[in-house]
Protein backbone atom coordinates (compact mmCIF):
# COMPACT_ATOMS: atom_id res chain seq x y z
CA UNK A 1 0.00 0.00 0.00
CA UNK A 2 1.39 3.40 -1.11
CA UNK A 3 0.06 6.16 0.84
CA UNK A 4 -0.04 9.68 0.93
CA UNK A 5 -0.79 11.97 4.19
CA UNK A 6 -1.48 15.50 3.26
CA UNK A 7 -0.98 16.96 6.42
CA UNK A 8 -0.02 14.75 9.11
CA UNK A 9 1.51 16.17 11.93
CA UNK A 10 -0.38 18.06 14.05
CA UNK A 11 -3.46 15.82 15.65
CA UNK A 12 -5.59 13.19 13.71
CA UNK A 13 -3.09 13.14 11.14
CA UNK A 14 -0.23 12.63 13.12
CA UNK A 15 -2.03 9.68 14.25
CA UNK A 16 -2.71 8.18 11.62
CA UNK A 17 0.94 8.39 9.93
CA UNK A 18 2.43 6.22 12.99
CA UNK A 19 -0.71 3.98 12.47
CA UNK A 20 0.16 3.74 8.68
CA UNK A 21 4.03 3.49 9.51
CA UNK A 22 3.08 0.54 12.00
CA UNK A 23 0.49 -1.58 9.32
CA UNK A 24 4.06 -1.58 7.05
CA UNK A 25 2.32 0.86 4.54
CA UNK A 26 4.48 2.88 2.56
CA UNK A 27 3.84 6.27 3.62
CA UNK A 28 4.82 9.93 1.82
CA UNK A 29 3.85 13.00 4.42
CA UNK A 30 3.44 16.06 2.84
CA UNK A 31 3.17 19.29 5.15
CA UNK A 32 5.11 22.73 5.47
CA UNK A 33 7.35 20.64 8.44
CA UNK A 34 6.97 23.92 10.32
CA UNK A 35 5.41 21.36 13.48
CA UNK A 36 8.05 18.87 13.07
CA UNK A 37 9.24 16.35 10.39
CA UNK A 38 7.27 12.93 10.23
CA UNK A 39 8.79 9.70 11.83
CA UNK A 40 11.25 7.24 10.95
CA UNK A 41 9.99 5.04 7.63
CA UNK A 42 8.18 7.77 6.25
CA UNK A 43 9.13 9.55 2.84
CA UNK A 44 8.51 13.80 4.07
CA UNK A 45 7.37 16.00 0.68
CA UNK A 46 7.51 19.75 2.46
CA UNK A 47 5.47 22.59 0.66
CA UNK A 48 2.16 23.94 0.76
CA UNK A 49 -1.01 22.93 -0.49
CA UNK A 50 -1.71 26.75 -1.01
CA UNK A 51 1.17 26.64 -3.54
CA UNK A 52 0.71 25.19 -6.97
CA UNK A 53 4.08 24.75 -7.97
CA UNK A 54 4.27 22.92 -4.71
CA UNK A 55 1.46 20.40 -5.34
CA UNK A 56 3.03 19.93 -8.35
CA UNK A 57 5.94 18.99 -7.11
CA UNK A 58 4.39 16.80 -4.57
CA UNK A 59 2.70 14.84 -7.73
CA UNK A 60 5.59 14.13 -8.98
CA UNK A 61 6.82 11.65 -6.40
CA UNK A 62 3.34 9.37 -7.19
CA UNK A 63 2.06 7.04 -7.89
CA UNK A 64 -0.01 6.30 -4.52
CA UNK A 65 -2.54 3.81 -4.05
CA UNK A 66 -4.36 6.09 -1.72
CA UNK A 67 -4.03 9.79 -0.54
CA UNK A 68 -5.62 11.02 3.23
CA UNK A 69 -6.11 14.43 2.89
CA UNK A 70 -6.63 14.84 6.92
CA UNK A 71 -6.88 19.05 7.25
CA UNK A 72 -8.04 20.45 4.24
CA UNK A 73 -10.69 23.03 4.60
CA UNK A 74 -10.88 25.29 1.69
CA UNK A 75 -12.62 24.11 -1.61
CA UNK A 76 -10.84 26.06 -3.92
CA UNK A 77 -7.41 24.44 -2.39
CA UNK A 78 -8.45 20.95 -1.92
CA UNK A 79 -10.09 20.84 -5.69
CA UNK A 80 -6.10 22.13 -6.74
CA UNK A 81 -4.62 19.00 -4.84
CA UNK A 82 -7.42 16.49 -5.91
CA UNK A 83 -6.76 17.92 -9.31
CA UNK A 84 -2.82 17.41 -9.43
CA UNK A 85 -3.35 14.13 -7.53
CA UNK A 86 -5.96 12.51 -9.32
CA UNK A 87 -3.83 10.94 -12.46
CA UNK A 88 -1.31 9.44 -9.73
CA UNK A 89 -3.48 8.44 -6.98
CA UNK A 90 -6.42 5.61 -7.37
CA UNK A 91 -8.50 6.97 -4.59
CA UNK A 92 -8.80 10.03 -1.84
CA UNK A 93 -9.80 9.36 1.92
CA UNK A 94 -11.06 12.67 3.09
CA UNK A 95 -10.93 13.19 6.70
CA UNK A 96 -14.58 15.93 7.39
CA UNK A 97 -16.49 16.23 10.49
CA UNK A 98 -19.76 16.16 11.91
CA UNK A 99 -20.37 20.23 10.92
CA UNK A 100 -20.99 19.42 7.78
CA UNK A 101 -24.85 18.27 8.59
CA UNK A 102 -26.21 21.31 8.27
CA UNK A 103 -29.02 20.39 11.72
CA UNK A 104 -26.31 19.26 13.61
CA UNK A 105 -26.32 19.89 17.04
CA UNK A 106 -30.24 20.81 16.35
CA UNK A 107 -31.34 17.17 15.31
CA UNK A 108 -30.14 13.63 15.17
CA UNK A 109 -27.78 13.10 11.96
CA UNK A 110 -26.88 10.06 10.01
CA UNK A 111 -24.97 9.96 6.70
CA UNK A 112 -28.06 10.88 4.47
CA UNK A 113 -29.26 13.60 7.02
CA UNK A 114 -28.82 16.86 4.82
CA UNK A 115 -25.33 18.91 4.24
CA UNK A 116 -24.90 22.13 3.95
CA UNK A 117 -25.00 23.88 0.71
CA UNK A 118 -21.83 24.69 -0.95
CA UNK A 119 -19.55 25.20 -4.01
CA UNK A 120 -16.24 22.67 -4.82
CA UNK A 121 -14.62 26.09 -6.21
CA UNK A 122 -15.35 28.48 -3.29
CA UNK A 123 -12.34 30.58 -1.39
CA UNK A 124 -13.57 32.40 1.36
CA UNK A 125 -10.50 34.74 0.79
CA UNK A 126 -9.21 34.41 4.50
CA UNK A 127 -7.91 32.05 6.28
CA UNK A 128 -8.56 32.62 10.03
CA UNK A 129 -11.34 29.89 11.94
CA UNK A 130 -14.93 30.58 11.27
CA UNK A 131 -16.92 28.05 13.34
CA UNK A 132 -20.05 28.92 11.20
CA UNK A 133 -17.98 28.88 7.79
CA UNK A 134 -16.12 25.13 8.79
CA UNK A 135 -19.02 23.42 8.08
CA UNK A 136 -20.20 24.78 4.57
CA UNK A 137 -16.21 24.80 3.54
CA UNK A 138 -16.02 21.19 4.74
CA UNK A 139 -18.91 20.00 2.32
CA UNK A 140 -17.11 22.29 -0.26
CA UNK A 141 -14.27 20.46 -0.14
CA UNK A 142 -15.93 16.82 -0.33
CA UNK A 143 -17.99 18.63 -3.42
CA UNK A 144 -14.48 19.10 -4.87
CA UNK A 145 -12.88 15.54 -4.21
CA UNK A 146 -16.16 13.66 -5.75
CA UNK A 147 -15.77 16.07 -8.50
CA UNK A 148 -12.36 14.65 -9.56
CA UNK A 149 -11.97 11.25 -8.23
CA UNK A 150 -15.88 10.20 -9.22
CA UNK A 151 -17.20 7.43 -7.18
CA UNK A 152 -13.24 6.57 -5.96
CA UNK A 153 -13.33 9.07 -2.27
CA UNK A 154 -13.91 7.68 0.88
CA UNK A 155 -15.40 10.52 3.76
CA UNK A 156 -15.18 10.23 7.27
CA UNK A 157 -17.10 12.71 8.97
CA UNK A 158 -15.87 12.45 13.05
CA UNK A 159 -17.72 13.84 16.44
CA UNK A 160 -15.74 15.78 18.76
CA UNK A 161 -12.23 13.88 18.80
CA UNK A 162 -10.43 13.50 21.87
CA UNK A 163 -6.91 11.98 23.27
CA UNK A 164 -3.00 13.00 23.18
CA UNK A 165 -1.78 15.85 21.26
CA UNK A 166 -5.93 17.36 20.79
CA UNK A 167 -4.99 21.12 20.16
CA UNK A 168 -8.14 23.12 20.43
CA UNK A 169 -7.86 21.96 24.29
CA UNK A 170 -11.00 20.78 25.28
CA UNK A 171 -10.08 17.98 27.36
CA UNK A 172 -6.87 18.97 28.54
CA UNK A 173 -9.08 22.42 29.43
CA UNK A 174 -11.01 19.71 31.95
CA UNK A 175 -8.48 17.71 33.02
CA UNK A 176 -6.11 20.97 34.28
CA UNK A 177 -9.21 22.83 35.78
CA UNK A 178 -10.03 19.33 37.88
CA UNK A 179 -6.29 19.27 38.72
CA UNK A 180 -5.82 22.59 39.99
CA UNK A 181 -9.00 21.26 42.29
CA UNK A 182 -11.18 23.69 44.80
CA UNK A 183 -15.35 23.87 43.48
CA UNK A 184 -15.66 23.41 39.80
CA UNK A 185 -18.72 24.82 37.94
CA UNK A 186 -19.93 21.81 35.99
CA UNK A 187 -23.21 21.91 33.62
CA UNK A 188 -25.90 19.90 34.59
CA UNK A 189 -27.47 17.37 33.80
CA UNK A 190 -24.20 15.30 34.38
CA UNK A 191 -26.08 12.09 32.82
CA UNK A 192 -25.90 13.68 29.68
CA UNK A 193 -25.22 11.69 26.94
CA UNK A 194 -21.69 12.18 25.29
CA UNK A 195 -20.20 10.66 22.35
CA UNK A 196 -16.95 11.96 21.35
CA UNK A 197 -13.95 9.64 19.65
CA UNK A 198 -10.56 8.91 20.60
CA UNK A 199 -7.94 9.59 17.86
CA UNK A 200 -6.35 6.36 17.98
CA UNK A 201 -9.53 4.95 16.90
CA UNK A 202 -10.74 7.60 14.17
CA UNK A 203 -6.37 6.27 12.80
CA UNK A 204 -7.35 2.98 13.28
CA UNK A 205 -10.79 2.89 11.36
CA UNK A 206 -9.79 5.07 8.65
CA UNK A 207 -6.56 2.76 7.80
CA UNK A 208 -9.05 -0.52 8.17
CA UNK A 209 -11.31 1.07 5.63
CA UNK A 210 -8.53 2.49 3.42
CA UNK A 211 -7.22 -1.17 3.02
CA UNK A 212 -10.49 -2.65 2.57
CA UNK A 213 -10.54 -0.19 -0.51
CA UNK A 214 -13.67 1.19 0.90
CA UNK A 215 -15.75 3.86 -0.69
CA UNK A 216 -18.46 5.93 0.56
CA UNK A 217 -19.24 8.06 3.80
CA UNK A 218 -19.03 6.84 7.81
CA UNK A 219 -19.83 8.56 10.61
CA UNK A 220 -17.11 8.46 13.21
CA UNK A 221 -18.67 8.57 17.04
CA UNK A 222 -18.37 6.72 20.15
CA UNK A 223 -22.13 4.69 20.29
CA UNK A 224 -25.11 7.39 21.84
CA UNK A 225 -25.89 6.40 25.27
CA UNK A 226 -22.53 4.60 26.21
CA UNK A 227 -20.52 8.04 27.90
CA UNK A 228 -22.03 11.02 30.19
CA UNK A 229 -20.74 14.43 30.48
CA UNK A 230 -20.48 13.18 34.56
CA UNK A 231 -18.24 10.22 33.46
CA UNK A 232 -16.20 12.48 31.68
CA UNK A 233 -15.51 14.79 34.74
CA UNK A 234 -15.55 11.73 37.04
CA UNK A 235 -12.74 9.97 35.39
CA UNK A 236 -10.89 13.44 35.04
CA UNK A 237 -11.12 13.65 38.97
CA UNK A 238 -10.02 10.26 39.24
CA UNK A 239 -6.84 10.01 36.65
CA UNK A 240 -5.29 13.53 38.62
CA UNK A 241 -5.91 12.54 41.60
CA UNK A 242 -6.99 15.74 43.19
CA UNK A 243 -9.81 17.16 45.74
CA UNK A 244 -11.97 18.76 43.27
CA UNK A 245 -15.78 19.01 44.55
CA UNK A 246 -17.60 19.16 41.28
CA UNK A 247 -20.28 21.30 41.35
CA UNK A 248 -23.64 20.77 38.57
CA UNK A 249 -25.71 23.68 38.44
CA UNK A 250 -28.48 23.85 36.07
CA UNK A 251 -27.42 24.58 33.03
CA UNK A 252 -30.48 27.15 31.63
CA UNK A 253 -29.38 29.01 34.35
CA UNK A 254 -25.73 29.03 33.22
CA UNK A 255 -27.14 30.12 30.00
CA UNK A 256 -28.88 32.89 31.37
CA UNK A 257 -25.44 34.35 33.31
CA UNK A 258 -24.49 34.18 29.59
CA UNK A 259 -21.76 31.67 30.13
CA UNK A 260 -20.97 30.69 26.18
CA UNK A 261 -22.00 26.76 25.46
CA UNK A 262 -18.62 24.76 23.72
CA UNK A 263 -15.82 27.07 23.96
CA UNK A 264 -16.28 28.66 28.24
CA UNK A 265 -17.25 25.15 29.48
CA UNK A 266 -15.75 23.00 27.12
CA UNK A 267 -17.62 20.40 25.19
CA UNK A 268 -21.02 21.52 27.01
CA UNK A 269 -24.45 21.85 24.18
CA UNK A 270 -27.71 22.50 26.10
CA UNK A 271 -29.02 20.91 22.55
CA UNK A 272 -30.44 18.06 23.24
CA UNK A 273 -29.04 16.60 19.79
CA UNK A 274 -26.00 17.33 20.19
CA UNK A 275 -24.89 14.31 20.82
CA UNK A 276 -27.05 12.11 18.77
CA UNK A 277 -24.34 10.92 15.74
CA UNK A 278 -25.65 8.18 14.29
CA UNK A 279 -22.04 6.16 13.57
CA UNK A 280 -24.12 2.63 13.46
CA UNK A 281 -22.27 2.25 9.54
CA UNK A 282 -18.97 2.46 11.06
CA UNK A 283 -19.67 0.44 14.14
CA UNK A 284 -21.34 -2.65 11.71
CA UNK A 285 -17.85 -2.10 9.94
CA UNK A 286 -16.00 -2.72 12.59
CA UNK A 287 -14.99 0.62 14.28
CA UNK A 288 -14.41 0.06 17.75
CA UNK A 289 -14.51 2.67 20.46
CA UNK A 290 -11.90 2.62 23.50
CA UNK A 291 -13.73 3.32 26.55
CA UNK A 292 -13.70 7.34 27.19
CA UNK A 293 -11.96 6.28 30.79
CA UNK A 294 -8.79 5.44 28.80
CA UNK A 295 -8.79 8.24 26.62
CA UNK A 296 -8.95 10.65 29.60
CA UNK A 297 -5.92 8.46 31.30
CA UNK A 298 -4.03 8.57 28.09
CA UNK A 299 -4.09 12.25 27.32
CA UNK A 300 -3.57 13.27 31.51
CA UNK A 301 -0.70 10.98 30.96
CA UNK A 302 0.81 12.46 27.84
CA UNK A 303 -0.10 16.34 29.72
CA UNK A 304 1.47 14.84 32.72
CA UNK A 305 5.11 13.73 30.60
CA UNK A 306 5.51 17.07 29.45
CA UNK A 307 3.22 16.70 26.40
CA UNK A 308 1.93 19.96 24.48
CA UNK A 309 0.30 20.29 21.40
CA UNK A 310 1.07 22.40 18.07
CA UNK A 311 -0.17 25.85 18.96
CA UNK A 312 -3.83 26.90 17.35
CA UNK A 313 -5.52 30.01 17.49
CA UNK A 314 -8.62 27.64 18.52
CA UNK A 315 -6.99 26.83 22.08
CA UNK A 316 -7.39 30.16 23.75
CA UNK A 317 -11.06 29.81 22.85
CA UNK A 318 -11.28 27.38 25.40
CA UNK A 319 -11.90 27.61 29.33
CA UNK A 320 -13.85 29.87 31.93
CA UNK A 321 -11.49 32.58 33.98
CA UNK A 322 -11.13 31.32 37.74
CA UNK A 323 -12.38 34.74 38.77
CA UNK A 324 -15.58 34.32 36.45
CA UNK A 325 -15.96 30.52 37.87
CA UNK A 326 -15.73 31.60 41.42
CA UNK A 327 -18.25 34.35 40.73
CA UNK A 328 -20.98 32.10 39.50
CA UNK A 329 -20.91 29.27 41.94
CA UNK A 330 -21.13 32.28 44.52
CA UNK A 331 -23.86 33.47 43.22
CA UNK A 332 -25.33 29.73 42.38
CA UNK A 333 -25.14 29.38 46.01
CA UNK A 334 -27.04 32.45 46.97
CA UNK A 335 -29.81 31.16 44.73
CA UNK A 336 -30.07 28.17 45.51
CA UNK A 337 -29.08 28.32 49.38
CA UNK A 338 -30.56 24.87 50.30
CA UNK A 339 -28.87 22.85 47.73
CA UNK A 340 -25.30 24.90 48.79
CA UNK A 341 -26.18 23.93 52.45
CA UNK A 342 -26.41 19.81 51.80
N1 LIG B 1 -10.71 18.03 16.46
C1 LIG B 1 -11.94 17.58 16.35
O1 LIG B 1 -12.65 17.41 17.36
C2 LIG B 1 -12.50 17.25 14.98
C3 LIG B 1 -13.80 16.79 14.90
C4 LIG B 1 -14.30 16.43 13.66
C5 LIG B 1 -13.51 16.53 12.54
N2 LIG B 1 -12.25 17.00 12.65
C6 LIG B 1 -11.43 17.07 11.45
O2 LIG B 1 -10.25 16.35 11.72
C7 LIG B 1 -9.17 16.95 11.05
C8 LIG B 1 -8.15 17.31 12.08
O3 LIG B 1 -6.99 17.47 11.45
P1 LIG B 1 -5.61 17.74 12.20
O4 LIG B 1 -5.38 19.22 12.21
O5 LIG B 1 -5.56 17.01 13.44
O6 LIG B 1 -4.68 17.11 11.07
P2 LIG B 1 -3.13 16.93 10.97
O7 LIG B 1 -2.92 16.40 9.59
O8 LIG B 1 -2.59 16.15 12.12
O9 LIG B 1 -2.55 18.41 11.10
C9 LIG B 1 -2.75 19.40 10.13
C10 LIG B 1 -1.60 19.33 9.12
O10 LIG B 1 -1.76 20.25 8.08
C11 LIG B 1 -0.47 20.81 7.79
N3 LIG B 1 -0.73 22.07 7.12
C12 LIG B 1 -1.39 23.15 7.60
N4 LIG B 1 -1.45 24.12 6.68
C13 LIG B 1 -0.79 23.64 5.59
C14 LIG B 1 -0.50 24.16 4.30
N5 LIG B 1 -0.90 25.41 3.95
N6 LIG B 1 0.17 23.41 3.43
C15 LIG B 1 0.60 22.15 3.77
N7 LIG B 1 0.35 21.58 4.97
C16 LIG B 1 -0.34 22.34 5.87
C17 LIG B 1 0.19 20.89 9.13
O11 LIG B 1 1.59 20.90 9.08
P3 LIG B 1 2.48 22.25 8.94
O12 LIG B 1 1.89 23.27 9.85
O13 LIG B 1 3.85 21.82 9.33
O14 LIG B 1 2.38 22.62 7.51
C18 LIG B 1 -0.25 19.56 9.74
O15 LIG B 1 0.60 18.53 9.31
C19 LIG B 1 -9.71 18.14 10.30
O16 LIG B 1 -10.02 17.79 8.99
C20 LIG B 1 -10.99 18.46 11.05
O17 LIG B 1 -11.93 19.07 10.21
C21 LIG B 1 -11.71 17.37 13.85
Redesign the pocket.
Known sequence: MRLL?????????????SAAISRGYDVT????????RPPVGATFVQ?????RW?VARLAGHGPWDVVV?????IPA?VRNVARSLAPVTGRYV??????AYRDWPYAPVDESSPLWDSTPDHDPGT?RWDPDA?GPL?VGCELAIRREFGDDVLV???????GP????G?LAWWLRRIDRGGRVLAPAPPDRGFQ??D?RD?ASFTLDQVGQGSNGVYN?AAPIGRDTYGALLAACKEVTGGAAEIVWVDEQWLLRQGVVEWTELPLWRALPNAWAMDAGRAQAEGLRCRPLEVTVRDTWAWLSNGGRP?D?ERFAEHGIAPAREAGLLAEWDRVTPRAAAS
Request: hydrophobic share 45%; net charge neutral; proline share 3%.
Open positions: IVGGSWFVGREIVVFNRGRSGGDWEDDDVAGSVFISTISRYKIRPHVILHEYVRPVVVVVH
